[in-house]
């Protein structure tokens, strides 16, 4: 079965007109009938998995698999940098605590909860049920971004929700990868649940987590102090921005060749590019309004490659045949979610200056919505049945994050912010 990698990709002089076709419809249809185009990417990427292109001089689409490291190296970074560069400093510094919070130990609790309750509700051998609980456990950043897009919310919130997306990204890897390299080295697998043979320091857990998540703060903040020295010898914006996705991708290889997240190292680097590009003394309003529609360009072609990836890893026929395991997924998923929210943002209301109200506080829960990510990671697991099994489980979820937990987060944001202008005080 060939995959399809960065190389095919390049090499084949049909995918890209094809790609931006595909947006430009999908762009059409949505605008005619209020869907998301969004949704309508999704739809045509599950359309084009299920058909069978054998006999008209296209080799069948279903024989190929997207190299998840595609996924993780070349389209969440970019979204995950845009989102925070555009988050203002002094308002993260409100939200900083809780966003924090809710992407390290949220993630934590969402994968311990999960996968409890999976492996209690659904029988899977206890390494399987973690693994999933920590691939689905971080929310999908580019999913919050586009219903963001459509509905308004206070922007404090916004700004709340955005940090955590990007951050629990790398907090979800982190912990994935971890999982997997303690059943790896003490001879569990995911077709084996021997989890009582399996013996975890947790401290040293702990510090390895530290070590990998800060690690790639420093280095984004690095990188980004140093690019900023270098913007105020530059005056031209095509320069500039060159100099914007220099420091984006040098965060990531740089902090993935320390052993850090790359992830979190783009996080910080988009942050810290925001404050560059609100300092008129470093960046003119010119050389700022181009790199601002440029990362907008990038961030949409990014979040069409996240969605269309969805719909093409789709297989709706494993998905029918397993709905009864994936409705408990969605169950445990959900738990998760709350035991992994509510508690945190209570704490952080009573013992910070960051208030959130109850409303807040349902939005935040229902926004823990599941994409691309979650995909790509089920799709590095070694090949096994179980494999297969989370594959669709994790599809399901992400399913119904599309086709349910959407359209219920836009409904109930209208509903309780009909003016997007509450904003609790932090007193």
Known sequence: MPELSLAHLLSNEYVIPVFLLTIFLASLVATRVKVPYTMILVAIGISISVMDFTGHGIQNIAGFKVDPKLILYFVIPPLIFE??????REQFKTIRISALALATVGVGLATIVGGLLLSYLAGLPTI????????????????VIEVFKRVKIPKTLATLMESEASFNDAT????????MAIAATQGSSLSTDNISGINVNILETLGHFAWVFFGGIAIGVGLGVGSQYLHRLIEEPFSETALSVATLFGSVVISNALGFSGLVAA????LWFGVIMRKPNIMGEKVRAYASNFWEMIAFFANS??????????????????LPLIALAIIAVLAARAVSTYPILAATHRFTKEKTTGAWRHVIMI??????????????????????????????????????????LSRYIKKAFPEATQEPKNS
Do not use: C, H
């Open 172 to 179: 979800g890897v982190i912990i994935f990868s971890s999982i």
């Open 83 to 88: 989102a925070m560069m555009k988050i203002d």
């Open 128 to 143: 399987v049920a973690f693994a999933f609980a920590a691939l689905i456990a971080p929310t999908d950043a580019a999913i």
């Open 267 to 270: 996080a910080a680097a988009g």
């Open 305 to 322: 490659v996240a969605f269309l990836y969805l719909g093409l890893n789709m297989d709706m026929a494993r998905i029918g045949q397993n």
């Open 367 to 408: 926004g823990g919505m599941r994409g691309a990510l979650s995909v790509a990671l089920v799709a590095t697991l070694p090949e096994s049945e179980m494999k297969e099994i989370l594959k669709t489980i994790t599809f399901g979820v992400v399913l119904s994050s599309l086709i349910i937990q959407y359209p219920v």
